[in-house]
């Protein structure tokens, strides 16, 4: 009885910091997402001398960006300001993502290199960005 009280126990703290370790895992999703296509958006800047007209494909139709979602799926990819100077790009969070993320909520990159955090589907986030990124 007494090692299964331990194993309880033991349990009750490891959970919590595996299910942190799983969140932040999945939030790595977005980041590279994001910096991925801030790459392709640069590479279209290189060419066309502008950001407008850029898409998520933008650099590679075939890949995976040339949808909407990250990698794994846990965040939805978008373009949420562009002009011929600079751009805005989000990454928000998805599914049990949206819900177990409070901390970072929706990714954000520009085209000065600047990361940050907005709000997403459940609110405001509950850290600073220089946590999340």
């Known amino acids: 009885m007494i090692v299964f009280t331990i194993l309880g126990i033991m349990a009750a703290f490891a959970y919590p910091s595996y299910r942190d370790s799983i969140t932040r895992a999945r939030r790595y999703d977005g980041q590279t997402a994001l910096l991925d296509l801030a790459n392709r958006m640069e590479h279209y800047y290189f060419e066309q001398h502008t950001y407008e007209g850029a898409t998520l494909g933008t650099g590679n139709a075939s890949d995976v960006l040339s949808s909407n979602h990250s990698a794994q799926n846990w965040y939805i990819?978008?373009?949420?300001a562009q002009t011929?100077?600079?751009?805005?790009?989000?990454?928000?969070?998805?599914?049990?993502?949206?819900?177990?993320d409070k901390n970072c909520q929706t990714l954000t990159y520009n085209s000065l290199g600047v990361?940050?955090?907005?709000?997403?589907?459940?609110?405001?986030?509950h850290s600073p960005s220089s946590q999340c990124w």
Do not use: R
Request: a negative charge; charged letters at 10%; aromatic letters at 6%.
């Open 115 to 125: 990361k940050g955090t907005t709000e997403g589907p459940y609110g405001a986030p």
């Open 84 to 100: 011929a100077l600079n751009f805005t790009l989000e990454a928000i969070p998805q599914g049990s993502q949206a819900i177990e």
């Open 77 to 80: 990819l978008m373009i949420s």
